[in-house]
Each structure stands twice: as structure tokens, then as C-alpha cells.
């Protein structure tokens, strides 16, 4: 969430961010293609 990053910042801390569903070309997104 951006709370979370904006938490970490300055903490040295690493964010790791979900894989992206969203395919290349695609024409439409999904609810189940966010995290």
C-alpha cells in the first residue's frame, strides 16, 4: 500500500511488490488481475 511505502522510506528497508498480472497488449483489467 502506499502507506507501506511510504513508511519504509529512509528505513533501508526492501519493498517487494507483487507480480504484474497485467499482460502486455492486453485491452481490459480484471479484478483478478490486481493485487
Do not use: F, H, Q, W
Amino acid at each position: 500500500t502506499l502507506a507501506a511505502l511510504a513508511a519504509a522510506v529512509g528505513n533501508n528497508s526492501e519493498i517487494i511488490a507483487p507480480a504484474n498480472l497485467i499482460e502486455p497488449g492486453c485491452r481490459k483489467i480484471t479484478p483478478d488481475m490486481l493485487p
